[in-house]
């Protein structure tokens, strides 16, 4: 095997804990190797180090047979790798030239800048990659999938050997996914190295050749793709097996009182006028193509984004909803898509997350907080939605993804919100974690709360939705409930319409 990365007992601790311990990580020239692990199970920091974030207590690294120390990110650079992070460090309002070389732009012997050159050589990267990219435009006006390209040609400019890839599908259509999987194999007959980490073991046995499972911070194994299936794979992940991730659902109830009755709404003045309703204690579906109308239809319900006609009624009572903090006063609360940018703030506790919309109950005189009193109620939440951390004043920004989602869960109940819309409620969370994501969900219903889910995932509509609301080009093209909601109906309705359904199932 043509080596071209070794990783050997790599060693990290952060104060209180043991991030990695003795990880091997080997990676042949032209392979694209998975890494998989649940959160928390030391990807990240493995990755970090790899890139001279973080610097490792012990082991080494060896590039292409030269043991390398890196003491920043530059040094990696230099070495041949890159890295394209989840979440984009692109700046929006340059274009995709200058953010390929900020800060290493190109200039001739006179010290200025070489704009021409730095865009062919731009132009030639994008044309390697088979893709179409708009050189003048700002980034902000590109799309997601043409963004995640941007970074892909910023780390081919840097000449990378080695290409880190962090769930680079993770915001991208199931086409752009299929491409980006085209983009991969052309760079493997070029030689270059690729780390791909993705929760989507699909992905993995789709365009991967060998994995490495991390767990808890400790190496697990190295198998090849062709010698694995699922079932291994999640074994090695979580140490259990997960026969079943969705809990049972409970028998429709056709008679349980409408909490939220949507008459109209219209988002628009020539768009589709909408009209449903959400039970007590059920999970409502809403599913459909990104784009579909999903996510707006959800905003404008709780008045996030405006809507050019709207009656909605909640409990019995109209309610105007103006904007989210109408919503809130109502009892709806929102998991927005990106908890990290909307729904959290990282830099703050989790107590402090938890209690942020809610601080007037902790009042003890006009100015003071009642410490006391806000810390016994965060720990009783936390120990309710099984927050994992070490202390209730742990930064939010160091936990892994299951448990930020847990946090932005508590906070709504510590509002006493009774509706709660979920958008994309397991994005970018490990299989293990989802599990006690399906549970916590089912558990908050039985006591009465309702929710709204918004998902791209097809076996998380089928598994967990009471009844879904399939979307398409901004309508609601069916209702599915009880034995009707099956992947093939939804993907039916939400792809051909009405019109296609009906054939499909005559």
Known sequence: ??????????????????????????????????????????????????????QPDEGTITIAGEVRHFTNYHDAVAAGVGI???????????????????????????????????????????????VAIDLSVPIRELSVAQQQFVEIGKALSLEARILILDEPTATLTPAEAEHLFAIMR???????????????????????????????????????????DVSRLVEMMVGRRIENSFPPKPPLRTDAKIVLDVKKLQLLKDSPVLSFNLREGEILGFAGLVGSGRTETALAVIGADPAYL???????????????????????????????????????????????????????????????????????IMKRVGVKAPTMHTEVATLSGGNQQKVVIARWLNHHTNILIFDEPTRG????????????MRELTA?????????????????????????????IEAMLEGGEIDSNAVMTYATAGTRGAAHEHA
């Open 186 to 228: 052309e760079l493997k007959t070029q030689g270059v190295a690729m780390i791909f980490i993705s929760h989507h073991l699909e992905e993995i046995f789709e365009v991967c050749d060998r994995i490495t499972v991390l767990r808890d911070g400790q190496y697990v194994g190295m198998t090849e793709v062709a010698q694995s």
């Open 84 to 130: 394209v992070f989840q979440e984009f460090s692109l700046i929006p309002y340059l274009n995709a030239v200058e953010n390929m070389f900020l800060g290493r732009e190109l200039k001739n012997g006179l010290g200025l800048l070489e704009r021409g050159k730095m865009r062919r050589v731009a132009a030639a990267i994008f044309q390697r990659l088979g």
């Open 447 to 475: 006591r009465g709360y309702s929710i709204i889910m918004i998902s791209s995932e097809l076996p998380e509509i089928v598994g967990m939705c009471d009844r879904v609301a399939v979307f398409r080009q901004g309508r």
């Open 1 to 54: 095997m043509d080596t071209i990365l070794k990783l050997d007992n790599i060693t990290k601790s952060f104060p209180g804990v043991k991030a990695l311990q003795g990880i091997h990580l080997e990676i042949a020239r032209g392979e694209i190797h998975a890494l998989l692990g649940e959160n928390g199970a030391g990807k990240s920091t493995l990755m970090k180090i790899l890139c001279g974030i973080y």
């Open 429 to 440: 969370i490990d299989v293990g974690a989802k599990a006690e994501i399906y549970l916590l």
């Open 310 to 380: 709207k009656e909605i009624r909640i409990n019995g009572t109209t309610e105007k909803l103006s904007d989210p903090a109408d919503a809130l006063r109502a009892g709806v609360g929102i998991l927005p898509e990106s908890r990290k940018t909307e729904g959290l703030i990282t830099d703050f506790s989790i107590k402090q997350n938890i209690s942020i919309n809610n601080l007037g109950k902790y009042r003890s005189l006009r100015f003071f907080i009642d410490q006391r009193s806000e810390a016994r109620a965060t720990a009783d």
